[in-house]
């Protein structure tokens, strides 16, 4: 089993930045694909971004491209999600989540169903 544990959520204003981070556990690292997702109160989760494989380009949700900025080091099995000029549209729960599987076509990994763990969400709340 792969555990995942996010921090680093908040509250910041409009226009500010923040970092989250997950620390994976319990499988090695470079044999996963992560990704992050997000989900507001009475949305549903979406995805925000995903590292496929140990060193793949990071792929975004037009939503978030040129502000976020995912990233993961494999010494120390985190993934992070550097979020600059945040907005309020970017209030969510934020999740980081583990695949084990391959896929070829990377963007498959846009996709919430190709992951097989979650971690428990980090509040992120920017206000306007």
């Known amino acids: 089993q792969v555990q995942l544990v996010e921090s680093g959520g908040g509250l910041v204003q409009a226009g500010d930045s923040m970092r989250v981070s997950c620390v994976a556990s319990?499988?090695?690292?470079?044999?996963?694909?992560m990704g992050w997702f997000r989900q507001a109160p009475g949305k549903k989760r979406e995805f925000v971004a995903t590292?496929?494989?140990?060193?793949?380009?990071?792929i975004y949700a037009n939503s978030v491209k040129g502000r976020f900025t995912a990233s993961r080091d494999n010494a120390k099995s985190t993934v992070y999600l550097q979020m600059s000029s945040l907005e309020p549209e970017d209030t969510a729960a934020y999740y980081c989540?583990?695949?084990?599987?391959?896929?070829?076509?990377?963007?498959?990994?846009?996709?919430?169903?190709?992951?097989?763990?979650w971690g428990q969400g980090t509040q992120v709340t920017v206000s306007s």
């Open positions: 319990g499988f090695p690292f470079t044999a996963l694909s």
């Open positions: 989540a583990a695949s084990k599987r391959y896929y070829a076509a990377t963007d498959i990994y846009m996709d919430d169903t190709a992951y097989d763990f």
């Open positions: 590292i496929a494989y140990s060193d793949a380009n990071p």
